[in-house]
């Protein structure tokens, strides 16, 4: 099928199957999810994954976390910074023992176990974000997951060259010591020159009281700050996220008038149509396309050991976690919980390990099922939840 009828064929049955879902209060994520697992190669095969809907779903991804960096208080993240840490480091440590003791069960080797506790350990940011984009949470339990999030994929790239070093068969502490650097000061100099800019520069108000050349800007540091955090080792959606973030410090800024709060809401409204009604979806299909297992080398006792343990270590490991900061045993479950997804990241490391030898197809394949698996089920279960907790709040 050409590029264009796919593309209509996937956002209308796609929209098609939300605006069903939306009357069993379905999330819509699993709507975009299952039109591409349902389209793609491994059911009907109408539709195939192509570049152009691979770029499409890239851009999404990139736009998604732009605009939930412009929707995040980054007051709220920088005060729970310290909980943040704690969060995303036990979620990562018992995630990474759970599924580490799951597949030495079932026989697979020491660094096959190594390599999927490590892959486990990731909480995919823009199935989080995803979650958090149409659902209303307290504020300090939305800082605390993208917080979490955010730290979550910093960890996730010294684990990341923990496997590359495993795959080399050498660990070179240097490279480690390089690796830190990079990030620490790319996060350190993009936040310093936001607070110079977003919230003093009087040369940016020009920018901003004109919304299409504050668009024009805002793509502009967008894309630039992906392509530096992508060329540091970090995810260009840590880069995209960040822009977002230090445009949403304009909200700090004094300014009488509050021009510069009106503009950002005016930008924040623009995108949200384009993005919740195309971008958005168009990623989550794109997920749904490349889920195209092997069946014949899956064994479903693995998958189902390796999704508990997916579950069960960030509900256990962030709850745990989210307690020892201070917050209550209800938003402790709800941030376990909404940490529970995983998604793009792991399909690169997965395919990473896969080419390297760390683990065969079968493993491949089980631990594709449970990236997808977690990403149609945090959200189910982090709305069923809020709901439980405002029902049980109004009795």
Known sequence: ???????????????????????????????????????????????????????????????MMLYMGLTSNFSAIAQNTKKAVVVATLGVAVSFVLGFLTVSFFGKGMAAAIFIGVTLGNTAIEVTSGVLVKERVKRVISSVLMGAAFADDILAVYLIGIVTAMAKGSLNLQAFGVLTLKIFSFIAATLLISEFVFKKAGWFRNIVRNLNVFFTF?????????IIAENIGLNQIIGAY???????????????????????????????VVLTEFFIPLFFIYVGLMFNPPLNQVSLPLIAGLYVSAVLG?????????????????????????????????LAILTFGLNAGLIDQGLFASVIIVSMLTALTTPVFFKAYLKRQKLKSSS
Request: charged share 20%; hydrophobic share 55%; net charge negative.
């Open 218 to 226: 805002t793509l502009i540091l967008t894309f630039l700050l992906a």
């Open 242 to 272: 960040l822009a977002g973030l230090t445009i949403s410090r304009l909200r700090e800024r004094k300014d009488p008038l509050v021009v510069t709060r009106i503009k950002l809401n005016e930008l924040i409204e623009d995108l949200q």
């Open 314 to 346: 960030k509900l256990i490991g962030c709850g745990l976690g989210a307690k020892l900061s201070g917050l209550s045993w209800d938003d402790s479950i709800a941030v376990g919980i909404g940490m529970g997804g995983r998604g793009s990241l792991e």
């Open 1 to 63: 099928m050409e590029f264009l009828a796919a593309l209509a064929v996937l956002l209308v049955t796609a929209k098609s199957l939300e605006w069903f879902f939306e009357r069993f209060e379905i999330h819509p994520i699993l709507a975009h999810v299952l039109t591409g697992i349902a389209l793609g190669p491994f059911a009907l095969g109408v539709v195939h994954p192509s570049e152009e809907l691979r770029v499409l779903a890239e851009f999404g991804l990139i736009m």
